[in-house]
């Protein structure tokens, strides 16, 4: 008779789980150790659970199967609540396994109850005993994958560990193949002719569509459709693609009559489909394999809605348009594009910086940009000015390779994301840029990616603040302390990331200039080949001061 440790490890290896993040201790301490020594599933041990669960929600998405989240019980598993909800919202598949107190209902050690905090808002739970693993695990993947991704959880009492499984090996794994359905042929019908009918179409393309990339660039060209993707959806159609109007983002919204929703939701993100951003009248046609964000904050409800998988609603519908040819980009589009981009250049142009000598977003992510070869490069982004220059910045013609917070707008995804990607993609070129602020909530994260080899390049975007920093924060590089009451967005001025990252196994390198950027950004890609995380501290100048706005919200993006 097999263990139940070892029965469970070589159980999750049947159904092709091939790396587990987390954070154990008693009891779960056990299965970790048990895995290591099996040397079948790579365990990859984590500081706090927080940052794990991103990493293992953010793996889900890159792999296209569950990701595996191992924490023991109580405080553990509220940690690792943030990558519950990542997932959930994000639609990414996640198991999470935790071990709870076997003294129930007496204040055990970090007693909780795990299955009753989590059934409501999970796709499936359940507690593991030696009788029921085959079952439940099958059950607890199914659930996590199929259909709409999301999350399950599997509790293990601390006294599972000391018992028996009554066979010696687990029972073969049982297919979870994705089930792939389409719209009916009447909705079919009247949506192409709805399209047949339009002159003025817009495809916005959401990360809902990323598994389907062939299949919506084949329908993008075929028809000259102009298209928009979402952040974490870009390269899904290359966005060095004439059709891409990413660079003339407000006109396109509110110029479009018809708009084709590929596996996006009518959120914040795509300004809940109203004026003024839209037109009034704008007709939305919601493409998604979840029923319940169809006709979600659209004003026609369900009309025009397809539930089905995108690659096969696409090429159902390739035939029913027949001979239809849009325009592509029209003139007005086609020179605000230009426009943009001209204005984008000159912020990225050092020499035509006046006034100050400080480096600025633009002017470093111009740099970088061609340092790295963008199919060989995945990017994550985080932070709030951070991110939102990152998008129009790093352009990208392969889809998955651009991750940043994402629905949620979370802060504190972006160490765990990395490392999630450099397991998932060892070959690729991670980097990772943060702002000072988004570093903060899981820089301890570096010592995981020195400790694993993960060889890869970080960046924080250093302005001394939240959003646009302070240009009165205290300064331990000169000495200086501010005598006022500093703001609730300040942050230590020049505070020494470089040094943290040395100190936690990687390279650091403090940057000042466009000189030392470039010789720093060659030295860590250098370094990062060979299994070192490097760290590049980039000091930039705060941004504008006065009253914060949500920018996306608030005015044009590029």
């Known amino acids: ?163 028996k499984c009554l066979r010696n090996e687990p029972e073969r794994p049982r297919p979870l193949h994705a089930v792939k359905y389409q719209p009916v042929d009447l909705d079919l019908e009247f949506v192409a002719g709805v399209l047949r009918s339009s002159k003025n179409v817009l495809c916005v393309i959401g990360k809902g569509a990323t598994n389907n990339a062939n299949e919506v660039r084949q329908f993008v060209k075929q028809f000259q459709i102009p298209f928009l993707p979402t952040p974490m959806a870009k390269g899904v159609v290359p966005d060095s693609s004439a059709l891409n109007v990413s660079s003339a983002r407000s006109l396109a919204l509110r110029s479009a009559d018809v708009v084709l929703v590929l596996g996006a939701r009518l959120n914040w993100i795509l300004h809940f489909g109203e004026p003024p951003r839209w037109k009034d009248s704008a007709v939305f046609i919601q493409v998604d394999t979840t029923a319940e964000d169809l006709g979600h904050n659209n004003a026609h409800g369900t009309t025009y809605s397809l539930c089905g998988d995108v690659g096969l609603t696409l090429q159902r519908l390739t035939p029913l348009l027949k001979e239809v040819k849009y325009t592509g980009v029209s003139q007005e589009l086609g020179d605000k594009i230009q426009a943009n981009q001209d204005v984008l250049r000159a912020k990225e142009d050092v020499k035509k910086t006046t006034g100050t000598t400080a480096l600025t977003y633009n002017q470093v992510y111009a740099m970088v940009r061609r340092c790295i070869v963008d199919q060989n490069t995945i990017i994550v982004s985080e932070g709030a000015n951070t991110m939102d220059v990152a998008r129009v910045s790093f352009p990208t013609d392969y889809p998955k390779q651009r991750l940043d917070a994402g629905t949620n707008a979370t802060m504190g995804v972006g160490v765990g994301y990395a490392i999630a990607a450099k397991l998932a993609h060892p070959d690729k070129l991670v980097l990772c840029i943060q702002g000072d602020s988004a570093f903060g909530f899981s820089g301890m994260e570096l010592e995981t990616a020195a400790r694993c080899h993960l060889g890869m390049v970080f960046m924080v975007m250093n302005n001394g603040g939240i959003y646009h920093g302070d240009s009165g924060a205290n300064d331990p590089s000169t000495g200086t302390v501010s005598n006022r009451e500093l703001a609730s967005t300040s942050l230590t001025r020049k505070c020494r990331y470089d040094l943290v990252a040395e100190g936690l196994g990687c390279r650091g390198f403090l940057v000042e200039n466009i000189t030392e950027l470039n010789d720093a950004f060659q030295k860590a890609l250098k370094i990062a080949a060979t299994g070192q995380p490097a760290l590049l501290n980039v000091i930039i100048e705060p941004g504008r001061q006065g009253k914060l706005e949500f920018g996306w919200q608030n005015k044009p993006k590029l």
């Open 1 to 163: 008779m097999s263990s139940f440790p070892e029965y469970l490890c070589d159980a999750l290896c049947g159904y092709g789980v091939d790396t587990v993040f987390g954070l154990v201790g008693i009891p779960i301490v056990e299965l970790a150790d048990t895995l290591i020594l099996k040397g079948k599933i790579r365990f990859v041990g984590f500081r706090n659970e927080q940052a794990a669960s991103y990493a293992a929600s953010a793996y889900g998405y890159l792999t296209g199967k569950p990701a595996v989240l191992l924490t023991v019980g109580g405080p553990g598993v509220i940690h690792a609540l943030a990558g519950v909800y990542n997932s959930i919202s994000n639609k990414w598949p996640l198991l999470v396994v935790a071990g709870s107190s076997e003294d129930v209902h007496r204040g055990g050690f970090q007693e909780l109850d795990q299955v009753s905090l989590l059934s409501p808002y999970v796709k499936f739970s359940a507690r593991l005993n030696p009788s029921n693993v085959d079952e439940m695990l099958y059950n607890a993947l199914r659930q996590a994958s199929l259909g709409t991704p999301g999350v399950s959880y599997l509790d293990l009492r601390g006294d599972v560990f000391h018992q």
